[in-house]
């Protein structure tokens, strides 16, 4: 080990110890947030309460998903307190700004029509910027904004998401996602912030206050979820879908669950968080979306959410028993509004029959329905003088070159330098000719990963107003420089020097889910034909989680990670070219191989290839 990695280690591991120390579960009820409490809108919620029948107090209770919708007239019919769009959920009129706010007013104009006139709470998982619409910021994914470790920025960058959601009239996102990833062979590694709690916490706070502002009743703010409530990122491989790790079942005692898993939970109930979403995952083999003892116990009672409980996309269904069972273990264990994209109209006549044969108490309904309200009051959706249509004059900044700068930022800030032998890095601009290769050196889809225009996202020019890594290069040398380009890394030679950008093809949930994390042939094949041309060559690796490069790094004379960028790739040629020196610090220690997978994080002799905080500068 070489004393710079000895002292990193040494680093780490206080680093380590004061999040341990910071983070010791006190038992007791997170610090009173710092907005209005929810709690203080309970006179207005209480009096509309009080007027509403069964049905409106159900319905209040169910989300469908738009794409799924039997006859609009059912928003009406079943008092629908929320729709959302799920990841392949798109306008019937296509993907535009425009089809979005189409849809988002019809949708909200019938449920304006109903008795009480309780306006839709309207999801969408803007998870990286409004990613499932075309032309909007698409920001670096969590791993990345984990590296940058500013919450001051991650703040403004979901600030940004909210107006861009806002410009289509939505009024709630499915984020922050505050997992805290221990095995990376999970497909939703990169929706985590970090391998410790530090900076779930840190940055899911940070995102919560950018999406909810300082008043959740500003026009511009949009109610925040965080998710997936808990130890999500925790299972154990062989007990998730496909016998891997997504939706298994996290084992481990409630001292390591609460140390590890629940501080970006906690953190984001200090910052007053409208809605929480408990995980499809199990805790020592009972489903989260099932417990009493996580759901009431714990997030209602010690830690005093005052907001809502969403369940995950079908998340009942994969409760224990027939579907009124689970209905009434999920309701009864707490859970407020449920998911139901296409059962919609079965679960508000299961949950109706529940109640009326007493196994669902009318007083677990009114709390349900009382915390939903709360968020819908905080957010101004009560107040009958205010439009409750989308402001149309918010598409003048959506997919603003003043957002895409703060995205640009962000990847800058994200970048991590691992490598840079006889300072290859940073490149010149003037240099005769610089040769580009690699299968996601022209492919905004590679850069921008899973949750994109798409649930799985997509390789290919997936959305309009991007820059790739290819085009940021062109964009930033001399016009004396030819930039050359080849896929498969040929035609290199002659060259001053060549960059190489690799990595992973966009997925998303389970499908991510990898049992190997090296290299793939092709991208292998790429470095290796640059490097017989006998130049310099540079990696950078665009992928959801560290991956395994031995064979590759010890080939190249710089490495950066980049993680998934999103859409402003002009932020890593701002890197290459010095524009930028180099910040970012890894919050995923990098394993050396696959046996060092899952992390060891406190075991000692745990020697990763680069230890959590790691990054080079200039
Ligand atoms: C998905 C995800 C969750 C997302 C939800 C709605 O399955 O688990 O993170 O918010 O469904 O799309």
């Given at each position: 080990?070489?004393?710079?990695?000895?002292?990193?280690?040494?680093?780490?591991?206080?680093?380590?110890?004061?999040?341990a120390?910071?983070?010791i579960?006190?038992?007791?009820?997170?610090?009173?947030?710092?907005?209005?409490?929810?709690?203080a809108?309970?006179?207005q919620?209480?009096?509309?309460?009080?007027?509403?029948?069964?049905?409106?107090?159900?319905g209040?209770?169910?989300?469908?998903d738009?794409?799924f919708?039997k006859?609009?007239?059912?928003i009406?019919?079943?008092?629908?307190?929320s729709?959302l769009?799920?990841?392949d959920?798109?306008?019937?009129?296509?993907?535009?700004?425009?089809?979005?706010t189409?849809?988002?007013?019809?949708?909200?104009?019938e449920?304006?029509?109903?008795?009480?006139?309780?306006?839709?709470?309207?999801?969408?998982?803007?998870?990286?910027?409004?990613n499932?619409?075309?032309?909007?910021?698409v920001?670096?994914?969590?791993?990345?904004?984990?590296?940058?470790?500013?919450?001051?920025?991650?703040?403004?960058?979901?600030r940004?998401?909210?107006?861009?959601?806002?410009?289509?009239?939505?009024?709630?996102?499915?984020a922050p996602?505050?997992t805290v990833?221990?095995?990376?062979?999970?497909?939703?590694?990169?929706e985590?912030?970090?391998?410790t709690?530090?900076m779930?916490?840190?940055?899911?706070?940070?995102?919560?206050?950018?999406?909810?502002?300082?008043d959740?009743?500003?026009?511009?703010?949009?109610?925040?979820?965080?998710?997936h409530?808990?130890?999500?990122?925790?299972?154990?491989?062989g007990?998730?879908?496909?016998?891997?790790l997504?939706?298994?079942?996290?084992r481990?005692?409630?001292?390591?669950?609460?140390?590890?898993?629940?501080?970006?939970?906690?953190?984001a109930?200090?910052a007053?968080?409208?809605?929480?979403?408990?995980?499809?995952?199990?805790?020592?083999g009972?489903k989260?979306?099932?417990?009493?003892?996580?759901?009431?116990?714990?997030?209602?009672?010690e830690?005093?959410?005052?907001?809502?409980?969403?369940s995950?996309y079908?998340?009942?269904?994969?409760?224990?028993?027939?579907?009124k069972?689970?209905?009434?273990?999920?309701?009864?264990?707490?859970?407020?509004?449920?998911?139901?994209?296409?059962?919609?109209r079965?679960?508000?006549?299961?949950l109706?029959?529940?109640?009326?044969?007493?196994?669902?108490?009318?007083?677990?309904?009114?709390?349900?329905?009382?915390?939903?309200?709360?968020?819908?009051?905080?957010?101004?959706?009560?107040?009958?003088?205010?439009?409750?249509?989308?402001d149309r004059?918010?598409?003048?900044s959506?997919?603003?070159?003043?957002h895409?700068?703060v995205?640009?930022e962000l990847?800058?800030?994200?970048?991590?330098?691992?490598?840079?032998?006889?300072?290859?890095?940073p490149?010149?601009?003037?240099?005769?000719?610089?040769?580009?290769g690699?299968?996601?050196?022209?492919d905004?889809?590679?850069q921008?990963?899973?949750?994109?225009?798409?649930?799985?996202?997509?390789s290919?020019?997936?959305?309009?107003?991007?820059?790739?890594?290819l085009?940021?290069?062109?964009?930033?040398?001399s016009?004396n420089?030819?930039?050359t380009?080849?896929k498969?890394?040929t035609?290199?030679?002659?060259?001053?020097?060549?960059?190489?950008?690799?990595g992973?093809?966009?997925?998303?949930e389970?499908s991510?889910?990898?049992?190997?994390?090296?290299?793939?042939?092709?991208?292998?094949?790429?470095?290796?034909?640059m490097?017989?041309?006998?130049?310099?060559?540079?990696?950078i690796l665009l992928?959801?989680?560290?991956?395994?490069?031995?064979?590759?790094?010890g080939?190249t004379?710089?490495?950066?990670?980049a993680?998934?960028p999103?859409?402003?790739?002009?932020?890593?040629?701002?890197?290459l070219?010095?524009?930028?020196?180099?910040?970012?610090?890894?919050?995923?220690?990098w394993?050396?191989?696959?046996?060092?997978v899952?992390i060891?994080?406190g075991?000692?002799?745990?020697?990763?290839l680069?230890?959590?905080g790691?990054?080079l500068?200039?």
């Amino acid at each position: 080990m070489t004393k710079n990695s000895h002292f990193v280690r040494v680093l780490f591991l206080f680093c380590a110890v004061c999040a341990a120390v910071l983070f010791i579960p006190t038992g007791v009820g997170a610090p009173a947030p710092k907005t209005k409490l929810l709690s203080a809108h309970d006179p207005q919620v209480q009096e509309l309460l009080s007027k509403m029948t069964l049905d409106e107090k159900v319905g209040q209770m169910t989300q469908a998903d738009q794409d799924f919708l039997k006859d609009i007239g059912d928003i009406r019919k079943y008092y629908l307190g929320s729709l959302l769009n799920g990841g392949d959920s798109d306008p019937k009129a296509g993907n535009s700004l425009a089809a979005w706010t189409d849809m988002y007013d019809r949708y909200q104009s019938e449920a304006l029509q109903t008795r009480l006139r309780i306006p839709l709470l309207y999801g969408v998982d803007a998870v990286h910027g409004h990613n499932n619409v075309l032309g909007a910021v698409v920001f670096p994914h969590n791993i990345g904004l984990g590296c940058a470790h500013n919450p001051q920025l991650v703040e403004k960058a979901a600030r940004i998401t909210a107006e861009e959601v806002r410009a289509t009239g939505i009024n709630w996102a499915f984020a922050p996602c505050v997992t805290v990833p221990q095995d990376i062979r999970w497909g939703r590694t990169y929706e985590g912030y970090g391998e410790t709690p530090e900076m779930p916490s840190l940055l899911g706070e940070a995102a919560v206050r950018g999406f909810q502002g300082q008043d959740l009743s500003d026009p511009l703010s949009i109610s925040a979820c965080a998710k997936h409530f808990v130890g999500d990122g925790g299972t154990t491989w062989g007990t998730g879908l496909k016998k891997m790790l997504d939706r298994g079942d996290t084992r481990v005692d409630e001292t390591a669950l609460r140390r590890v898993h629940m501080q970006g939970h906690i953190s984001a109930i200090r910052a007053g968080v409208a809605s929480i979403m408990p995980s499809y995952s199990s805790w020592n083999g009972a489903k989260c979306s099932g417990s009493k003892r996580l759901m009431v116990e714990i997030l209602k009672q010690e830690l005093g959410f005052e907001g809502f409980l969403i369940s995950d996309y079908n998340a009942l269904d994969e409760l224990p028993g027939d579907y009124k069972s689970q209905v009434e273990q999920s309701i009864n264990a707490g859970m407020d509004m449920v998911m139901v994209p296409q059962r919609y109209r079965e679960f508000f006549e299961t949950l109706k029959g529940l109640v009326k044969d007493g196994k669902v108490p009318m007083s677990r309904i009114d709390d349900a329905v009382t915390r939903i309200l709360r968020v819908k009051s905080a957010m101004g959706l009560l107040d009958k003088n205010r439009s409750q249509l989308a402001d149309r004059k918010l598409w003048k900044s959506f997919g603003s070159s003043e957002h895409r700068q703060v995205a640009r930022e962000l990847v800058r800030q994200s970048i991590v330098l691992l490598k840079n032998d006889h300072h290859t890095l940073p490149l010149s601009k003037q240099v005769a000719r610089i040769h580009v290769g690699g299968k996601s050196a022209d492919d905004l889809g590679n850069q921008c990963g899973g949750w994109t225009i798409t649930w799985q996202g997509e390789s290919g020019n997936v959305t309009p107003g991007g820059t790739t890594i290819l085009a940021a290069i062109r964009n930033a040398v001399s016009k004396n420089t030819e930039v050359t380009f080849s896929k498969d890394g040929t035609g290199a030679e002659g060259a001053s020097l060549g960059i190489a950008v690799i990595g992973e093809t966009p997925y998303a949930e389970m499908s991510g889910d990898r049992a190997d994390l090296r290299l793939a042939a092709e991208d292998v094949r790429a470095v290796d034909n640059m490097k017989r041309a006998g130049i310099p060559v540079v990696v950078i690796l665009l992928s959801g989680r560290p991956m395994i490069i031995e064979d590759v790094l010890g080939k190249t004379d710089a490495f950066l990670a980049a993680w998934l960028p999103g859409t402003e790739g002009q932020g890593v040629a701002d890197v290459l070219f010095g524009d930028y020196k180099p910040t970012g610090k890894l919050s995923f220690s990098w394993p050396r191989s696959m046996s060092q997978v899952p992390i060891h994080v406190g075991v000692p002799n745990y020697d990763p290839l680069f230890p959590y905080g790691f990054g080079l500068t200039y």
